[in-house]
Each structure stands twice: as structure tokens, then as C-alpha cells.
């Protein structure tokens, strides 16, 4: 099971789980160290996550955190639990109060729910107000689970997961902002598009009546793009269908097919005496019968595309079809299956056309 998978299971089974769930204790037994287990640390080994790890501050001693995930003897990432029913606040926190005092460039404040990580982007050493990198772990999308993936034993490297926290940081900031400008279109907001599409002047009674339009107008942008998604998939999905139907289909015909056809004694030995004239040229297991209901093939390399001859034996007359360097047909007339030594030149000049061709592509760059 990927990680991927371990983090969707994880979260489908925290939904059934909380009502078990009474205290803060079962909430980081049940939730939490099943998560950091998750992210591959041997949560049995206190070389790796420590846990009530002490971070002292001036005359408070022995506070504690939770668990630290440590590397090289020192915490790379402090955790702080709550109880899953507790929202999460910073400022009451002692991830706040203790992250300057330890070297730990991460923090994590989660109540097994909801998961809050933290930097000091805005100031050194001191832990941001806000997270730059927060997911609900019943809800949690793919993108996110690729961001959370940075925080994996294997892949856990700071300066990598530092320079992606800005980014995270402002990108979750800016998606917030639009959200609640969604919801309810401030003037300033309304003011942008009005300088856009309005040639008027932005009076107080304008913008108030251009809110409604800006936020209809949003919805049913929002509503377009999402209908043609929609569409989009269903035709992707109704076109493998069709596809897959397709083939099904051929593949039901070519069965059939390969069952009404029976192989000749005589196609059996024409084709026997054509590899034994190509064999001059080529290595004999290059040289493939195929057999259909109208003639009986002969290819090299199995290729449908690189046709030696046709053998058509299956009227009261039978022919040798060959094929030129532009595979034009040239239909012959065969009285006795010897006949086909007749044909030798004209055979290995088909093979060797294919072979120069195949050469003359090897050295193209």
C-alpha cells in the first residue's frame, strides 16, 4: 500500500473511531501516532519520535511538547495534540510559546482531524500566527497529500519544504481572500470590475447594485466551469467506453474468424518453400505465416506493415501475390506449388528493401 493509501484509510476510519474517542490521550493513540507512523518514523523509538519532549523557556522548566520528530539527536518537527473535539489556537499553544527554543524549523498543532503546520516566515525563530500548510484529514485532497508527502522520513529535507512555504503559505491565503469575496463581494472588490465594465461613475449607489451582479455573475462562472468538467469527463469516459466496446467487438470477430479458418496442407508447403528461399537473406525466424479467410500471409518480423507475398490457394486457381518497394500487387499464377522457386529474385528483393529501409532509419539522429 502507498502512502497515498495509508492516509485515505487513515482518515476514512478516523470518522468511525471518535465516538471511542473520550479523551486527549486516546485522541493521540488512536490518531496521531497512527499519522507520524505514517509519515515512516518508528514511533517506539524515542531516537525518532520523543515523546513529552522538553523545551524550556527562561524560568519555566520542564515543559513539554507532545512529541518531537528528531533526527541526528536534534527535533526537526515539534507536535502538539489536542483533543479531536478542541479547536486549534496557536496563541494558547506551547508550540507558540516554545518554538525559539529548540531547532526545530517545523511545527505541527493537530487534534488528530485537522493538521496545522507552522514556520517562521514572517520572522525568524518565531512561529508564524498562521499555518502554511493546514488539510482535514477525513477530507484530505491529493495535492495535499503530495505536500504532506514532504514531511515523510524519506523525503524530508528543510530547505525543500522551507522554499515551497511561502508559496503554500500565501496560495491557501489568497484562495481564502476569494472565497469570502465569493460569498460577499466587498467594494473594493466590486470597484475592480466596475473599472473594467462600468463607464460611469463608481457612486455609492452603483457599487451597491453591482455587488448582486458580481457575485451572480461568479456563481454562474463557477457553475459554467464546473459543468464543463463535467461534460468534459463524461464524454472522455463515454469515448473509452465506446472504445473499449470497439475492440471487445473486433476482438469477438477475430476470434470467430480464427476459428472458421483452417490452414491448407498446400499453404502449409508454399510456405515452407518461401522461407526456404528467404532464409538466403534472413534469419529464418524472422520469416511469419498468417493466415486469414481470403489468403494465407507471409510477413517479416511478424510486421503487418513489411508483407513478403500472399499465398491465395484457396480457389480452383492459385496465385502469388507480390509486393514492389511502393507494395503495389503483381498476381501470378501458380500451376504446381514448385513454381514458387521461379519467384526467387523477386522475393529477396522484397526483403532487402525492408532491410535497407530499417537500416537507413538507425541512422537517422
Same mark, same amino acid.
Given at each position: 500500500m502507498d502512502f497515498k493509501d495509508q492516509i485515505r484509510q487513515l482518515g476514512d476510519r478516523v470518522a468511525k473511531m471518535l465516538p471511542q474517542i473520550q479523551t486527549e490521550e486516546a485522541t493521540k493513540t488512536s490518531l496521531t501516532l497512527p499519522f507520524i507512523q505514517i509519515l515512516g518514523y518508528d514511533i517506539f523509538n524515542p531516537a525518532e519520535v520523543n515523546p513529552e519532549f522538553v523545551a524550556d523557556l527562561g524560568i519555566k522548566k520542564g515543559e513539554k511538547v507532545d512529541y518531537a520528530i528528531m533526527r541526528n539527536g536534534e527535533p526537526i518537527l515539534l507536535i502538539e495534540c489536542k483533543h479531536h473535539k478542541e479547536k486549534l489556537d496557536p496563541h494558547?499553544?506551547?508550540?507558540?510559546? =516554545?518554538?525559539?527554543?529548540? *531547532? &526545530?524549523?517545523? !511545527?505541527?498543532?493537530?487534534?488528530?482531524?485537522?493538521?496545522? +503546520?507552522?514556520?517562521d516566515l514572517v520572522e525568524a525563530n518565531k512561529m508564524d500566527e498562521k499555518p502554511f500548510f493546514e488539510f482535514n484529514l477525513t477530507e484530505i485532497k491529493d495535492a495535499e497529500i503530495d505536500e504532506l508527502k514532504k514531511f515523510h522520513k524519506s523525503y524530508f529535507d528543510v530547505e525543500s519544504i522551507f522554499t515551497s512555504?511561502?508559496?503554500?503559505? =500565501?496560495?491557501?491565503?489568497? *484562495? &481564502?481572500?476569494? !472565497?469570502q469575496e465569493f460569498k460577499e463581494p466587498t467594494d473594493s +472588490?466590486?470597484?475592480?470590475?466596475?473599472?473594467?465594465v462600468y463607464d460611469g461613475r463608481a457612486t455609492e449607489k452603483?457599487?451597491?447594485?453591482?455587488?448582486?451582479?458580481?457575485?451572480?455573475?461568479?456563481?454562474?462562472?463557477?457553475?459554467?466551469?464546473?459543468?464543463?468538467r463535467l461534460k468534459s469527463a463524461l464524454s472522455k469516459e463515454a469515448e473509452t467506453e465506446n472504445q473499449r466496446a470497439a475492440e471487445e467487438a473486433a476482438a469477438k470477430i477475430a476470434a470467430e474468424d480464427a476459428k472458421s479458418i483452417e490452414t491448407t496442407e498446400d499453404e502449409k508447403e508454399g510456405f515452407l518453400i518461401v522461407k526456404s528461399i528467404l532464409r538466403k537473406r534472413v534469419d529464418s525466424k524472422r520469416i511469419v505465416g498468417r493466415d486469414t479467410k481470403s489468403y494465407y500471409g507471409i510477413l517479416l518480423d511478424d510486421n503487418n506493415r513489411k508483407p513478403l507475398c500472399r499465398l491465395m490457394f484457396n480457389g480452383s486457381k492459385k496465385y502469388l501475390v507480390l509486393f514492389d518497394e511502393a507494395?503495389?500487387?503483381?498476381?501470378?499464377?501458380?500451376?504446381?506449388?514448385?513454381?514458387?522457386?521461379?519467384?526467387?529474385?523477386?522475393?529477396?528483393?522484397?526483403?532487402?528493401?525492408y532491410e535497407r529501409e530499417s537500416v537507413k532509419s538507425e541512422g537517422v539522429v
Open positions: 494558547n499553544s506551547q508550540l507558540f510559546r =516554545y518554538y525559539h527554543t529548540t *531547532k &526545530a524549523k517545523f !511545527s505541527l498543532l493537530t487534534n488528530g482531524i485537522h493538521y496545522r +503546520f507552522y514556520t512555504a511561502s508559496e503554500l503559505k =500565501y496560495s491557501s491565503e489568497i *484562495k &481564502a481572500v476569494l !472565497s +472588490f466590486v470597484k475592480f470590475f466596475l473599472n473594467n452603483v457599487v451597491l447594485q453591482f455587488k448582486e451582479i458580481v457575485k451572480k455573475s461568479i456563481n454562474q462562472l463557477i457553475s459554467d466551469m464546473i459543468n464543463d507494395k503495389n500487387e503483381s498476381k501470378h499464377e501458380l500451376n504446381a506449388l514448385d513454381q514458387l522457386f521461379e519467384f526467387n529474385d523477386m522475393l529477396l528483393k522484397s526483403v532487402e528493401f
